[in-house]
């Protein structure tokens, strides 16, 4: 079986102009993390739950527990959701 591996220069000097130099994210990327943040912490609570669910059997309080997790995170999802909408009706606005 032939595994694909990402090519990755052996040092800084054997870097061409087709390999991409960054510095980390740009401000674009931190805001949109920013913006997503609540999407983030809503899934990872969501598999806290599921991870605990994977050990035990589970009571009642447990499956409440993950029923509330994943509320969370289809609000976050309708949150993130409605923004980008929004961000992109204020974009058309402006340009009209």
Known sequence: ????????PADADSRDESWPVEAGPSAADLAEIEREWPLIEAELQLLDVQLALLDVKGNPVDWRRLRRAARRVLAAQAFVALARLDEAGRAVAEVA
Do not use: L
Not at 2 to 7: A, G, K, R
């Open 1 to 8: 079986m032939q595994v694909n591996t990402i090519p990755v």
